[in-house]
């Protein structure tokens, strides 16, 4: 393919599903993730890099931390950002998908952040051709959120192998326990892939009633059976008890879950002194989780927030800030990785 | 960007002249330490800032150099210009390198940037933003390896390790040990447009 600089228009990429990331995919956006991370350390935590393009959040579903992230992201590489809320916005007037999707690629959305109740939605929203930016999947239904199961690998391996030791590294052969409400968590899905490309183990903790149909077919294993997976396990994740989603009875009390499948002290001094407990937040304390747990030097929910900034802002930059996004493309957009080729065309082209 | 096929003698890294050897790199350097000693009386606050890849090891070494020669150790980082380049949107996106500055930061102090070769000064302008992000150094010079001329932007090299007038069809290429194995700066012809990128 052949392409003139500035001639053509972009090719979007977009960020849909984990499991569109191949390995190497996943291991640029963390290392770059890791770059900009320093960032945050700087007295100006700003980056010239996405000037003039323009990022649309577009939410029709509440969310706090994943549209403040990633508003702070795109804020961060200094595009302009466009909050749209479902609520007091045209949809509750009964606008489609499809109009709004109009609306916001006639005011020359660059790349749209996608949170929607119904799974799905991002997938319809980047191949429809209503738009041509790139599109962020921020959350849809029960599906995915593959941009949570980046910052959770970002984290397991800072926590794992280390910041600086980590560039260019996987996950290979940890292993990862995720305890809760399956059924329903978009972040279990994307993570089971996520951490599976990444060659960690995944082990799925749940009642019966709150596992998939179809899991078998998943890259992970299953478990009833919380104490017994513990001892070797490198990482643990909870997952928040959604009430919202919780309108048949998955479980009698949520007394007998809580005994059942929460974390506690006790079950934490189980786990190997080196692991780490995760939260995707919010937290329900007293329930998937105690205080104590939640307050102690293991739990990452605070780190995880602040590492979602800077994989959204790899993500971002990875989609927008070339001619073409370097993820998620079938071929030729690949950034080269290798040194050679990277330092041979900066040598070549632009001294 | 030199993966393709080469049909043609003058195209293969084989035709590539090397202008500079090992020693020649050596005393290029040992002669820059002592020019930035000689300017900045002393060589006090000075901190040398490479630009990734090979101006790192460049700034390593000079450094190095640097430390011999006033007895001191002499702050040396990196600093990643990529999120700041001008041509971002003309190509695929790149991977970043590594910022990393001493300690003591670059507030007050004589910032040294390092690169291998000074073509358009395009990279300089973008180090420079990167820089004024970072802090508000005292002064900013520039030390090269080798200037090639055919500058786009109005920026000059403070130090320079050897001067090669260049035709803008040939390629200038620096290899160092750390990163290629050899010292050498090879002159090379650039390829005709085979990527159909420039």
Redesign the interface.
């Known amino acids: 393919m052949?392409?003139?600089?500035?001639a053509s228009p972009r090719t979007p990429g977009h960020l849909i599903s984990a499991a569109d990331l191949s390995r190497d995919d996943a291991v640029?956006i963390l290392?770059?993730a890791e770059?900009?991370a320093?960032v945050a350390d700087?007295?100006?935590k700003?980056?010239?890099?996405l000037r003039g393009r323009t990022v649309v959040n577009l939410f029709f579903e509440d969310s706090t931390r994943t549209r403040i992230s990633f508003e702070a992201a795109a804020k961060r590489l200094s595009a302009d950002v466009i909050n749209f809320s479902a609520k007091g916005s045209s949809v509750s007037k009964g606008e489609s998908l499809k109009d709004t999707a109009l609306t916001l690629e006639a005011m020359g959305a660059d790349a749209v952040v996608i949170r929607h109740p119904a799974s799905g939605a991002p997938y319809r929203l980047a191949t429809s051709g209503w738009i041509d930016g790139a599109v962020v999947n921020a959350g849809d239904g029960t599906h995915e959120h593959p941009t949570q199961a980046l910052l959770d690998a970002f984290t397991l391996r800072r926590r794992l192998v280390g910041a600086d030791t980590g560039i260019g590294r996987d996950l290979e052969g940890r292993r990862i326990t995720i305890v809760g409400d399956v059924l329903h968590s978009r972040v279990a899905r994307s993570n089971v892939l996520l951490l599976h490309t990444l060659g960690a183990r995944v082990t799925l903790v749940a009642p019966p009633t709150l596992v998939p149909i179809g899991v078998e077919h998943w890259p992970c294993e299953v478990s009833y059976d919380l104490d017994r997976v513990l001892p070797g396990s490198d990482a643990v994740m909870m997952l928040r008890v959604q009430r919202e989603r919780m309108n048949a009875a998955f479980f009698p009390t949520e007394r007998e879950y809580s005994r059942r499948y929460g974390l506690h002290g006790d079950r934490m001094g189980r786990m190997p002194e080196h692991s780490v407990v995760m939260h995707p937040g919010p937290m329900n304390r007293g329930m998937e989780i105690t205080a104590e747990v939640a307050d102690s030097d293991r739990c990452t929910a605070v780190e995880q927030v602040a590492n979602g900034v800077s994989i959204r802002m790899a993500v971002l930059?990875?989609?927008l800030?070339?001619?073409?996004?370097?993820v998620n493309q079938n071929s030729?957009?690949?950034?080269?990785?290798d040194?050679h080729?990277?330092?041979?065309?900066?040598?070549?082209?632009?001294? | 960007?030199?993966?393709g096929t080469t049909d043609s003698p003058a195209d293969s890294p084989g035709a590539a002249r090397p202008v500079l050897e090992a020693p020649d790199i050596a005393r290029a350097l040992t002669r820059i330490a002592h020019e930035i000693v000689e300017r900045a009386k002393g060589a006090d606050d000075v901190v040398l800032l490479g630009i990734?890849?090979?101006g790192v090891y460049l700034a390593r070494r000079l450094a190095e150099k640097l430390a011999g020669i006033t007895g001191r150790p002499v702050p040396v980082g990196s600093l990643?210009i990529t999120?700041?380049?001008d041509?971002?949107?003309?190509?695929?996106?790149?991977?970043?390198?590594?910022?990393d500055i001493p300690g003591d930061g670059v507030d007050g102090r004589l910032v040294v940037l390092v690169?291998?070769?000074?073509?358009?000064g395009?990279?300089i302008r973008a180090a420079l933003?990167a820089l004024g992000?970072?802090?508000r150094p005292r002064a900013v010079q520039l030390a090269v390896l080798v200037d090639?001329g055919h500058r786009e932007l109005p920026i000059r090299a403070d130090y320079v390790g050897k001067n090669i007038p260049t035709s803008l069809r040939e390629?200038?290429?620096?290899q160092l040990a750390e990163?290629d194995g050899r010292d050498t700066v090879l002159l090379g012809l650039?390829r005709p447009a085979a990527s159909?990128?420039?």
């Open positions: 052949l392409r003139l600089p500035g640029l290392d770059t770059e900009l320093r700087r007295p100006i700003k980056l010239p890099t930059y990875l989609l800030g070339g001619n073409e996004p370097a030729q957009a690949r950034v080269r990785t040194s080729a990277r330092t041979d065309s900066r040598t070549e082209e632009s001294k | 960007m030199d993966t990734p890849t090979r990643d999120m700041y380049r041509d971002l949107r003309l190509r695929p996106t790149r991977a970043l390198a590594r910022t690169d291998d070769v000074l073509f358009s395009r990279t933003d992000d970072l802090g090639r390629t200038v290429k620096v990163e650039q159909g990128e420039q």
